[in-house]
């Protein structure tokens, strides 16, 4: 699990750092159609969040979307068909001078004219990617008046959630698990809390009547519990079931436009429960729910 699951000395998962991770300024040419990839990989929860702000804001028009593919034999992503000459993101990477020590990982945004990455840190690349010139106007994911708040949940979500339910997975022994399992729960039973508040409200969203980054980076995570996290990283103390206001909140942002398009669950078990070795070794990818019906399901009107 070494080379998969880096830890610290108490048996704790910890992510390893991204190669391209600060924020750059709005590139001159943004609004400039087809002058910006977003490299995204369907299983890859930090790429889903990029690939629904891209949806949410409608950016297609000046960011193509690429779609890499998982070769697991040689724990790397590779292109469909090549890409700048390139097989691999790897090779794209130390084109754009990345760490040869550093792992490739998605999602990425490259830039043609500059003919590098711009950026690869998820958190950071949302952040621009709300700054980007739109068509249509699209509203800002993160607006002034509720940044406080978003922030707050980025924050948390980031540390319990997002990397939770891998300190899940990844932990070395049952006190590093118990650890992270705990904190994960804590805090989706606050976001549960929360949303009933804001229900009560008359608002449908984490941070006010609006989608925002909030609830981007929450997604993620919360559409794999049942069919990943869940039965394959131990996350499984409640169901979302017993999470009502989080299930509802689920379900309207699935319902959102060009969200469900972002939705790979047969990508996800077979990444899944096909490439961790360690954690699931006879690489039997296990049959799973109907998406939709799984998250409607949960939704009270």
């Given at each position: 699990?070494?080379?998969?699951?880096?830890?610290?000395?108490?048996?704790?998962?910890?992510?390893?750092?991204?190669?391209?991770?600060?924020?750059?300024?709005?590139?001159?040419?943004?609004?400039?159609?087809?002058?910006?990839?977003?490299?995204?990989?369907?299983?890859?929860?930090?790429?889903?969040?990029?690939?629904?702000?891209?949806?949410?804001?409608?950016?297609?028009?000046?960011?193509?979307?690429?779609?890499?593919?998982?070769d697991?034999?040689?724990?790397?992503w590779?292109?469909?068909?090549?890409?700048?000459?390139?097989?691999?993101?790897?090779?794209?990477?130390?084109?754009?001078?990345?760490?040869?020590?550093?792992?490739?990982?998605?999602?990425?945004?490259?830039?043609?004219?500059?003919?590098?990455?711009?950026?690869?840190?998820?958190?950071?690349?949302?952040?621009l990617?709300?700054?980007?010139?739109?068509?249509?106007?699209?509203?800002?994911?993160?607006?002034?008046?509720?940044?406080?708040?978003?922030?707050?949940?980025?924050?948390?979500?980031?540390?319990?959630?997002?990397?939770?339910?891998?300190?899940?997975?990844?932990?070395?022994?049952?006190?590093?698990?118990?650890?992270?399992?705990?904190?994960?729960f804590?805090?989706?039973?606050?976001?549960?809390?929360?949303?009933?508040?804001?229900?009560?409200?008359?608002?449908?969203?984490?941070?006010?009547?609006?989608?925002?980054?909030?609830?981007?980076?929450?997604?993620?995570?919360?559409?794999?519990?049942?069919l990943?996290?869940?039965?394959?990283?131990?996350?499984?103390?409640?169901?979302?079931?017993q999470?009502?206001?989080l299930?509802?909140?689920?379900?309207?942002?699935?319902?959102?436009?060009?969200?469900?398009?972002?939705?790979?669950?047969?990508?996800?078990?077979?990444?899944?429960?096909?490439?961790?070795?360690?954690?699931?070794?006879?690489?039997?990818v296990?049959?799973?729910?109907?998406?939709?019906r799984?998250?409607?399901?949960?939704?009270?009107?």
């Amino acid at each position: 699990m070494g080379g998969l699951a880096p830890a610290d000395a108490a048996g704790r998962y910890r992510r390893p750092a991204g190669a391209f991770t600060t924020l750059p300024p709005l590139p001159a040419n943004a609004a400039t159609a087809g002058s910006h990839v977003l490299i995204v990989g369907r299983s890859c929860p930090w790429a889903h969040r990029a690939w629904l702000v891209h949806s949410l804001r409608g950016l297609s028009g000046s960011i193509d979307l690429l779609v890499v593919e998982p070769d697991p034999a040689a724990g790397r992503w590779r292109f469909v068909e090549p890409f700048e000459g390139c097989h691999t993101l790897a090779e794209l990477y130390r084109r754009s001078g990345g760490d040869r020590r550093r792992s490739a990982t998605v999602p990425a945004l490259w830039s043609r004219q500059e003919q590098r990455i711009l950026v690869n840190e998820s958190a950071r690349l949302i952040e621009l990617l709300d700054l980007w010139p739109t068509a249509l106007e699209a509203p800002r994911l993160a607006p002034e008046t509720q940044l406080e708040a978003i922030d707050h949940w980025r924050h948390r979500f980031q540390d319990d959630v997002n990397d939770g339910v891998y300190r899940c997975g990844f932990a070395r022994n049952q006190a590093a698990y118990d650890e992270a399992e705990s904190a994960l729960f804590r805090a989706l039973e606050d976001a549960d809390q929360a949303l009933l508040e804001q229900e009560r409200r008359g608002e449908a969203w984490l941070c006010g009547p609006e989608p925002s980054l909030a609830d981007v980076v929450l997604f993620p995570t919360l559409i794999r519990l049942e069919l990943v996290y869940a039965p394959l990283f131990g996350c499984s103390r409640l169901p979302l079931g017993q999470l009502p206001a989080l299930g509802r909140w689920r379900a309207r942002f699935f319902a959102l436009a060009g969200v469900s398009d972002t939705c790979c669950p047969e990508a996800w078990r077979a990444d899944y429960f096909g490439a961790l070795f360690p954690l699931h070794p006879s690489g039997i990818v296990p049959a799973g729910p109907d998406l939709s019906r799984l998250v409607n399901s949960q939704l009270v009107l």
